[in-house]
């Protein structure tokens, strides 16, 4: 199975006031994406704080999230864990759960031993028990593990490992991995910030946060980059690095959710240790976002 073209947003997991995950409010959200030309979604990515879930509420998120997806869009779930035998049974789960691929982060916690070949050997053990594809997730800001090009490409000659999701932004090395793959291993790009330059090397989407707010604009320059319209892609990924920037780097989670609610999505609450976004730092990203044409400004809004 091919990794398909597209855009995929790397969902939130949006919580009730106690806490818990809130099911309707994922189910809103859902059908809102379900209406822009989208190729799936990622649950249980960065975003979604999976890493402050615990296994029945990962299960809870993709079971929700499949349940609400338009017929021929794509579910891929972020199965990464410490170790090996955790990462090979939450897969599995994700698979019967409803995923179509598994996006795997490489262990980390140990990451002076994390050689090449270690990260090889948990890939093709994961890989073998897999009964669904995989897509290799690298994002370095958050493990500390930045994959070779030299590594992916040999991870890709394993049968079930069928793409990577880069997250670090190098797009050298991308158009390296490309030019030594091309073929069925294909590249979806970890960022907005870079989707164009990574297109340019030969990824064929991505997943983007500013997908969750700004899917039409994501999609767009993925449309106008494959029809060779370079100047307009331009100047539309031009326009999205700011909003993307403060929904990522600069305020992370509490940033993207807050956006969301600005658009009247239901982001809700971050889940400790995270904290939300302070009144100040909402007004500036509110303008952030009206600069660059996400949110209408209020005065629009009125007339």
Same mark, same amino acid.
């Given at each position: 199975?091919?990794?398909?073209?597209?855009?995929?947003?790397? +969902?939130?997991?949006?919580?009730?006031?106690?806490?818990?995950?809130?099911?309707?409010?994922? *189910?809103?959200?859902? =059908?809102?994406?379900?209406?822009?030309?989208?190729?799936?979604?990622?649950?249980?990515?960065?975003?979604?704080?999976?890493?402050?879930?615990?296994?029945?509420?990962?299960?809870?998120? &993709?079971?929700?999230? #499949?349940?609400?997806?338009?017929?021929?869009?794509?579910?891929?779930?972020?199965?990464?864990?410490?170790?090996?035998?955790?990462? +090979? #049974?939450?897969?599995?789960?994700?698979?019967?759960?409803?995923? !179509?691929?598994?996006?795997?982060?490489?262990?980390?916690?140990?990451?002076?031993?994390?050689?090449? !070949? %270690?990260?090889?050997?948990?890939?093709?053990? %994961? @890989?073998?028990?897999?009964?669904?594809?995989?897509?290799?997730?690298?994002?370095?800001?958050?493990?500390?593990?930045?994959?070779? =090009?030299?590594?992916?490409? #040999?991870?890709?000659?394993?049968?079930?490992? +069928?793409?990577?999701?880069?997250?670090?932004?190098?797009?050298?090395?991308?158009?390296? +991995?490309?030019?030594?793959?091309?073929?069925?291993?294909?590249?979806? =790009?970890?960022?907005?910030?870079?989707?164009?330059?990574?297109?340019?090397?030969?990824?064929?989407?991505?997943?983007? @946060?500013? @997908?969750?707010? @700004?899917?039409?604009?994501?999609?767009?320059?993925?449309?106008? *980059?494959?029809?060779?319209?370079?100047?307009?892609?331009?100047?539309?990924?031009?326009?999205?690095?700011?909003?993307?920037?403060?929904?990522? #780097?600069?305020?992370?989670?509490?940033?993207?959710? =807050?956006?969301?609610?600005?658009?009247?999505?239901?982001?809700?609450?971050?889940?400790?240790?995270?904290?939300?976004?302070?009144?100040?730092?909402?007004?500036?990203?509110?303008? &952030?976002?009206?600069?660059?044409?996400?949110?209408?400004?209020?005065?629009?809004?009125?007339?």
């Amino acid at each position: 199975m091919q990794l398909p073209e597209g855009i995929f947003p790397p +969902i939130p997991t949006p919580f009730d006031a106690d806490g818990a995950i809130d099911v309707a409010a994922l *189910a809103e959200n859902v =059908a809102w994406w379900n209406g822009f030309d989208l190729a799936g979604l990622v649950v249980l990515g960065s975003n979604g704080e999976s890493v402050l879930l615990d296994d029945g509420e990962r299960l809870r998120m &993709i079971e929700a999230a #499949r349940s609400g997806l338009a017929d021929g869009r794509l579910l891929i779930a972020g199965t990464g864990q410490p170790s090996t035998g955790a990462t +090979i #049974r939450l897969t599995r789960e994700a698979a019967a759960a409803g995923a !179509d691929y598994a996006l795997v982060l490489p262990p980390f916690y140990y990451k002076g031993q994390m050689t090449d !070949d %270690v990260l090889e050997t948990h890939y093709r053990a %994961v @890989a073998d028990a897999s009964p669904i594809p995989v897509v290799v997730y690298n994002m370095p800001a958050c493990t500390g593990i930045d994959l070779s =090009a030299e590594l992916v490409v #040999r991870l890709a000659q394993l049968g079930n490992v +069928i793409g990577l999701k880069d997250s670090g932004g190098n797009v050298a090395k991308l158009g390296q +991995i490309h030019a030594e793959l091309r073929g069925g291993f294909r590249i979806l =790009a970890g960022s907005a910030g870079f989707l164009l330059p990574a297109l340019s090397v030969g990824a064929v989407g991505g997943v983007l @946060a500013l @997908a969750n707010i @700004a899917p039409r604009q994501c999609v767009e320059i993925l449309r106008l *980059a494959a029809s060779g319209n370079v100047y307009e892609a331009t100047e539309l990924q031009v326009r999205m690095v700011r909003p993307n920037t403060a929904v990522t #780097r600069r305020w992370g989670v509490p940033g993207l959710k =807050a956006a969301m609610e600005m658009l009247g999505l239901r982001g809700g609450p971050v889940r400790p240790p995270l904290l939300p976004l302070a009144e100040g730092e909402r007004r500036e990203l509110r303008s &952030i976002l009206i600069e660059g044409q996400i949110l209408e400004s209020d005065k629009e809004a009125t007339t």
